[in-house]
């Protein structure tokens, strides 16, 4: 069975750019949640899509923004970039919420570099 | 709201010692647990997890309990190889999932060989 699998590997923008951030999700799953792991910050939760409507999102300023698809894959955008920016980004996928079962399961992540 | 803390290391231990990572949380309700390792340029993996109290989560020779009364979920193994080395996150999920998972700050273990 194919995991999460994300595009691109790497990501290279210059300040003000935007950038798109792809995620498929584990066959089945119909949750996707975003995390930025930026350094000396950790992993941190950015925003959470089920059933192709955004469910939750983390402390993170609204240029952070996405969309899930009718087949669960989701894009994350990222407009103005700043150089705070640059991180890797994980996509994580779970079973709906009301299952009982919370576990996630993540991406290879897209990393970001903001220059 | 929820917090897990955990020492963050680096870790140094011989090959074939015995590994204890601790991990306290703070969170309301019965959150689940869980322990996520990530390997040099690479996501997190899944290791184990525990949805209730006394559970006991295990894989590959690696260990956690959920202790309720000292919130705890500390992470052993009884003897490590040097394929162990990497960095381990201990996470929970608050009921319903809705914040998605709040990690701690990851621990950097290195074992020589």
């Known amino acids: 069975e194919a995991g999460v699998t994300q595009s691109p590997t790497h990501l290279i923008k210059t300040r003000g750019q935007q950038a798109t951030l792809r995620c498929s999700p584990i066959s089945g799953h119909t949750s996707v949640y975003w995390y930025q792991q930026a350094l000396g910050l950790g992993l941190q939760f950015l925003l959470w899509?089920?059933?192709?409507?955004?469910?939750n999102r983390g402390n993170f300023p609204p240029r952070f923004s996405g969309r899930q698809f009718p087949n669960y894959s989701s894009e994350l955008n990222v407009n103005a970039l700043e150089l705070e920016d640059s991180a890797l980004y994980l996509c994580?996928?779970?079973?709906?919420?009301?299952?009982?079962?919370?576990?996630?399961?993540f991406g290879p992540g897209t990393r970001l570099t903001v220059t | 709201g929820n917090s897990v803390t955990q020492m963050e290391g680096p870790v140094t231990l011989s090959e074939e010692a015995f590994l204890t990572i601790n991990c306290t949380y703070t969170?309301?309700?019965?959150?689940?647990l869980f322990w996520y390792v990530q390997y040099p340029g690479e996501g997190l993996q899944l290791l184990l997890k525990?949805?209730?109290?006394?559970d006991k989560g295990s894989n590959k020779g690696f260990e956690a309990t959920y202790r309720k009364e000292t919130t705890s979920f500390h992470l052993e193994k009884g003897s490590v190889q040097v394929s162990d080395s990497a960095v381990y996150f201990c996470?929970?999920?608050?009921?319903?999932?809705?914040?998605?998972?709040?990690f701690g700050k990851g621990t950097h273990l290195i074992i020589q060989p």
């Open positions: 994580a996928s779970s079973l709906a919420p009301g299952t009982g079962a919370y576990e996630q399961y």
């Open positions: 996470a929970l999920s608050g009921v319903g999932g809705a914040d998605g998972l709040t």
């Open positions: 969170a309301t309700g019965y959150p689940s």
């Open positions: 899509y089920d059933e192709g409507e955004e469910r």
């Open positions: 525990a949805t209730k109290a006394d």
